[in-house]
């Protein structure tokens, strides 16, 4: 079972993702949110597997909460998906600064928020290639030069090639047609890369992709 923590402050829309979310024979709401700090001390006492979390809460923001929640070495398997009605650069670069997984309107349709909680839950990261290109123009605006404290010295040649697709916003299917090899083997480097990095997930290599300088925005995928 992937065992759900919904934070919201509005209880319509948590009613609504606990009776869509409940209905899935995989899925659990494990405990409901209305404030921030409420979201962290859930978070603590439940260790979800998936957070859906609210950016705008009073008692401390769904960004912070996500802070939080991400630093907790207790909670290391948990993902947060940031869910708002605000699709605004900022929020989704620093959404994916914090440590979340993935992104989404809260218009966006059922199915699509399932698919969303269940490739979260696998380890994937939810950013679209034109969600991807929004939070590197904010991450462009921001750095001027590259980081030199991202360790790019420890992966290999091809490990550097693929994440700088990956920073492009291309999953594994698409890495392996890229660079010629199987979806396995792009999985498999995507992995050591993250190991090696030391980041919990694909969503902070895209950000570890820019911020490194090994991809700038406006390059074309």
Do not use: C
């Not at 009776?19 to 494990?30: G, H, I, N, R, Y």
């Amino acid at each position: 079972m992937i065992r759900l923590l919904l934070a919201d402050d509005q209880n319509l829309i948590r009613a609504g993702f606990r009776a869509l979310l409940d209905a899935e024979p995989d899925m659990e709401v494990v405990a409901e949110a209305g404030t921030g700090r409420d979201a962290v001390r859930l978070a603590e006492r439940e260790a979800p597997d998936v957070v859906l979390m609210d950016i705008r809460m009073p008692d401390g923001d769904g960004l912070a909460a996500t802070r939080d929640i991400l630093a907790n070495p207790g909670l290391a398997h948990t993902r947060i998906i940031i869910l708002t009605t605000f699709e605004l650069d900022e929020y989704i670069a620093e959404a994916v600064r914090a440590g979340a997984a993935g992104f989404l309107v809260k218009d966006t349709e059922p199915e699509e928020l399932i698919r969303a909680v269940r490739v979260v839950h696998d380890g994937d990261a939810l950013l679209s290639p034109s969600v991807t290109r929004r939070i590197m123009a904010q991450l462009a605006l921001h750095s001027k030069a590259a980081s030199k404290t991202v360790p790019l010295d420890q992966i290999t040649e091809r490990e550097r090639e693929v994440l700088a697709l990956v920073g492009e916003g291309l999953n594994n299917a698409e890495i392996a047609e890229r660079l010629f090899i199987t979806p396995l083997t792009a999985k498999t480097h995507v992995s050591r890369i993250m190991t090696k990095l030391l980041v919990r997930d694909r969503a902070q290599l895209v950000v570890l992709a820019y911020e490194s300088g090994l991809v700038r925005p406006g390059w074309s995928s």
